[in-house]
């Protein structure tokens, strides 16, 4: 790359699309490539393709196409890491866009459905729900990061989560119970690892300040990055639905926050505007996202 572009090196654990091309309504291995072409230019190495709760068959038909991208990387593509399962086994009160009617209770046996497609590395789920706590300790067998989000959970019923094996939360502050709750429990314990979107738009800096002060050196930045991201303003497509992006904002047709078009760089100038040293704030793009997932 050039000067003015400095090779790739950012990670990012969240990825729903870029560059007009969202991953779980992707029907073609050159869409996939599209979409890790437009992240690479945008400074991302490496990145987890992420399937948001949806037909069971949409998903391994998307599943399959990454995987196949992953196992033959090319020149200029960002490197596909593995998959992020967000969902299917959410909370229905903090579902934010996630499809209401793909939403289950935790089952073992749907989740090795889903396993057998290859390539998890991380799963979001909550902690609150009947069969939770089972299915967490069996992914945690599997070496699968389970990570907490879109949850109405109760501190206990957080913290239960995280003592049955949870080591991260999704998303800070967004689509989850906050103070007391999810958010709350994960600030107050030191083996919890907090991915959090910093835009000025997800997560005002006032609650971005919070979470520094408890969680300094153990966050993780991501955009939550959607379709539109890399690509401009205009209505695209989010797995069955579809999104406005406008003004910085990417929003369902009803008015609900559906993902993230900034940068990471753009993250870590905000950041550096709210004090925070540049080799911390690199850690959260480089180092620890790759450590979370034992990269």
């Known amino acids: 790359m050039s000067p003015n572009n400095p090779e790739p090196r950012f990670v990012d654990l969240q990825v729903n699309g870029h560059g007009g091309v969202d991953f779980l309504s992707a029907n073609s291995t050159d869409e996939i490539r599209k979409a890790a072409r437009s992240l690479y230019s945008s400074g991302v190495k490496s990145f987890l393709p992420t399937l948001i709760t949806s037909d069971p068959l949409q998903l391994k038909a998307s599943a399959l196409l990454i995987r196949e991208v992953m196992n033959d990387r090319r020149s200029g593509e960002s490197e596909i890491l593995g998959i992020h399962l967000e969902g299917p086994f959410i909370s229905h009160e903090k579902s934010g866009v996630h499809p209401q009617k793909y939403i289950v209770e935790p089952n073992i046996a749907l989740m090795k459905e889903y396993l057998g497609i290859g390539s ?58 906050k103070i007391p709750g999810l958010a709350s429990a994960a600030l107050d314990r030191d083996d919890v690892i907090i991915q959090m979107i910093v835009d000025d738009v997800h997560v005002d800096r006032a609650k971005v300040q919070i979470a520094l002060d408890k969680a300094s050196e153990r966050f993780i930045l991501t955009n939550d990055a959607v379709a539109p991201a890399g690509s401009g303003e205009g209505i695209h497509n989010f797995g069955e639905m579809k999104i406005q992006v406008k003004d910085g904002q990417a929003r369902h047709l009803d008015g609900t926050l559906a993902g993230g078009v900034g940068t990471l760089a753009k993250s870590l100038q905000i950041l550096a505007e709210m004090g925070v040293s540049y080799e911390t704030a690199l850690a959260s793009v480089t180092t620890r996202p790759l450590a979370l997932i034992n990269q």
């Not at 069969?131 to 206990?156: C, E, F, M, R």
């Not at 999704?170 to 119970?177: C, E, G, I, R, V």
Request: glycine share 6%.
């Open 120 to 177: 998890v590395r991380i799963v979001t789920l909550a902690p609150e729900l009947r069969g939770a706590l089972d299915l967490i300790k069996y992914l945690v067998d599997q070496n699968i990061v389970v990570s907490l989000g879109h949850s109405n959970a109760t501190p206990d019923e957080a913290n239960a989560g995280f003592d049955a094996g949870a080591r991260t939360v999704t998303h800070l502050f967004n689509a989850m119970s």
